[in-house]
């Protein structure tokens, strides 16, 4: 049986790019016989806002998505980031960086799937660590566990190249612990058998199954599915004002239907489906 969930960030209402995950993380549980978990990410600071995951609950049960178990919670499990986090420490593998964006940008000589990759700059420098982020050694980390592979349904198995994103923040000097850290430990935690998301978080599995090695935890398979996307091919986003799916609720509009007309990849006017490795369960 397998387990699979939808893990919305509540820093903003859901959209339709959000319903469309939804929608496919449900539907792969339910035509297999498993489960699907709803799992709040609510460690963003101030960002995150508690009056948007009540929303996130009347928006799913609007498209008549059901999940299974108890709703988890990011921010219920900050020990276990912190006690991972010691672990890489006391393994050697994490050091503290105090390196800003610009910085970065202007010393890197490669771009990787988030932008500039990081030089390693205070790699082998003493850096107080004291309010600093800790990133991880890729080369000495892929040293330690040796070649890794990971298994998207759609791409098939794939050599882990973790060393794409260069060195990557998991403890952020702002928050407990970066996507990458959190999301590996959560799924671990839940007994994700199924990763279910979008193709643009395609390339964070490379760095997700180098975690799990170093950490000891389970390897899932992969399902990384197409994104809605707007006429200028970026994907729905919040910051940009895609139409709230509450606000469509509250409007009147019929919920399941509209769920219904996403599994028929019937869109609203100008937006499609992405490129992408899978497009229904």
């Not at 990759?117 to 790699?123: A, D, L, Q, S």
């Not at 709230?244 to 028929?264: M, P, V």
């Amino acid at each position: 049986m397998i387990r699979t969930r939808f893990a919305p960030s509540p820093n903003g209402p859901l959209h339709l790019g959000h319903a469309y995950a939804a929608m496919m993380a449900h539907d792969l549980a339910r035509t297999r016989g498993g489960a699907f978990l709803l799992r709040i990410e609510d460690i963003d600071g101030e960002r995150s806002r508690p009056e948007f995951v009540e929303e996130f609950f009347r928006d799913l049960e609007w498209l008549g998505l059901d999940w299974d178990e108890d709703v988890r919670f990011q921010s219920r499990r900050l020990d276990s980031y912190a006690e991972a986090g010691e672990r890489l420490k006391a393994s050697g593998l994490l050091y503290p960086c105090r390196c800003t964006r610009a910085e970065i940008a202007a010393a890197a000589t490669a771009m990787g799937p988030d932008g500039p990759v990081y030089p390693g700059t205070c790699r082998h420098q003493e850096i107080d660590p004291e309010g600093a982020a800790w990133r991880l050694d890729v080369a000495g980390a892929l040293d330690l566990t040796g070649p890794l592979e990971w298994t998207d349904e759609g791409a098939g198995t794939l050599r882990a190249a973790p060393e794409i994103f260069g060195d990557v923040v998991l403890l952020r000097k702002d928050l407990p612990a970066s996507y990458h850290l959190a999301a590996t430990l959560d799924d671990a935690a839940d007994g994700i058998s199924l990763v279910t998301r979008g193709m643009d978080l395609f390339p964070a599995s490379h760095v997700h199954r180098l975690l799990q090695a170093l950490l000891g935890l389970p390897v899932p398979l992969w399902h990384h599915h197409a994104l809605l996307v707007e006429p200028d091919g970026r994907k729905l986003a919040k910051r940009r004002g895609a139409p709230s799916l509450g606000d469509r609720r509250r409007a009147g509009e019929d919920g399941k239907a509209i769920a219904e007309a996403l599994r028929q990849h019937r869109f609203p006017a100008g937006i499609s489906l992405s490129a992408g490795l899978h497009q229904s369960p």
